[in-house]
């Protein structure tokens, strides 16, 4: 309550100071005249007592509103759920304040009370309940009939809801969803191409080598967007993105880091309808929607392009030998069975664009930094890739092995890297879309009435000391064979590609591509954070649902 006395008696002083300076005025001239000076004084006197009640009461109803602002809605009051505060958290959105302080300093408080399973919390929809322990997320993740996802984002208009909320597999619930499944199924159940992995990463060291001497400091943040977008071209849409290349002008990776930027702006995200039906106000957002318009339909060449190639081979009568994701889409456009629609295609291809992209070159880029900070478990890392890619009896070549299958298999402890980074920073904060309870029903004890909005919060999840000891600390030990996670009661206590059917269907993708960087990168380089970073004292993250690290440069020397 100090927060509302305090702007109380700010507004209280501001308000009554102006009489103040009224009555030493006239008390000033009354005394100059010596004639009716009490009269005079008393009857202002009376005035400004009568005056005095009026902006107290002022002040009292404009802190009174600030006070039921701040507060949740009427239908999660009396829930016995805990609530952060709305204009701390706007105004740390707002700020830029990271992920990591705005969860220590809001959510962490509350979740260190061992009976504490979830808080209300301001989103853009409105008041949301945000769970953070493995037994309240298993329970919103496994009654989808209950907490089915959102069809209402709370986007529309927006640079967020063009991308990521058209008709896809992220967004489709029950018939729909299992039908883009079933065409986006084999795309994700053949072999793993490693090859690709490989190859691609070897080509990003050949360009490191020829633009940088044998120490250099690097944007990582950048490079691996670029990487990430090459393997994401090749393997998913059969499409070169050029993203490696020295071309500054190519208009792939211009365009998209400038649309990526301006869709994670804080300000936007909290208030929507600033990016919709405000629009007009701000000319810099509506430069952001025109750059997106361009983007577009640069991905519409490239669904054309393919959609030709596909009935050439059929008119050739040579089906594609190895069709990619985007083929398979295509396809189901003029098979007999389950069909998308144009528009599902373009909207999957969004999707995947952003989930098969953004989260990959953020996790890598969070793990990177991690085994900076950690020399000794980077070096343990190193010890194992160079064991499992060059042998044990052998002297380490100096040059470049490519990871295959088999490899990855034997590489436990950067598995665990891996893990532990995820459950640190996993690139997804929260659901991307939230649950909406149809009925009234009851949530770890808690009442939740009928259209609650309900998200699983994955930080504080991963956070959580109730289900972490020292949680902020980077230890992959957690995830060794009897380690911390396998001990856990719940396997919800981890949870960095969502639970149940609907877990991301291209977690296994992802972490191939890490493992397949990680071994290569820690043969080819030893690497720690510059004196000068903004980082020294911990990472330095955005803090929307889709997190990332800021300006995160990295100091490298080559091995060989």
Known sequence: MSFF????F??????KSSQIMVLISLAKQAFQSYSGVWVIVAARLADLFLGEIKWL???????????????????LQGTGIPHVSLFKFAWMMINGTPTYDISEQLSMPLLKDPNCHMYARFERLGWSIHVATPQAAKAVFMNNKIFPKVTNTGWDGTLADRFLNGPNVMTQIDRRWREHRLV???AFRRPLPYDLFADTTHRMFSELNDAHDNEFTMDVGDLLFRWSLDILGLAVFGFDFGGLSKDENNPWTSRYKQ???????????????????????????????NNFDKFEVMLHDVIRVKNQQYLESIERNEPIEKPDLLDLMIESMYVEGVHLSYDEIFSNVCVFFAAGHDTTASALSFCLYYLAVNPEIQERARQEAIRVLCGDD??????????????????????????????????VVSLVHPRVAQQDTVLMGKPIRKGTHVTVNIYDLHRNPNVWSNPSTFNPDRFAPNGEYEQQDLTTAWLPFGYGARTCIGFKFNIAEQMVLLSMILRKYTWSLPADSIH?????????????PLDLHIQFKRRY
């Open 5 to 8: 006395y305090f702007i109380f």
């Open 10 to 15: 700010h507004f209280y002083s501001a308000l």
């Open 57 to 75: 009461l002022l002040a009292g109803l404009v802190c009174y509103a600030i006070y039921k602002l701040d507060r949740p809605t009427a239908h």
């Open 184 to 186: 986006i199924n084999p």
């Open 259 to 289: 649309f990526d930027k301006d869709v994670k702006h804080p300000f936007y995200a909290l208030f929507p309808a600033f990016d919709d039906g405000y629009r007009w106000m701000f000319p810099g957002r509506q430069a952001a929607h």
């Open 394 to 427: 052998q002297e380490e070549p100096m040059h470049d092995v490519l990871p295959t299958a088999e490899h990855a298999k034997e590489m436990t402890y950067i598995n665990q890297c891996i893990k532990e980074n995820l459950r640190l920073q996993g690139t």
């Open 536 to 548: 020294k004292n911990g990472v330095v993250t955005n803090n929307i649902v889709v997190m990332n």
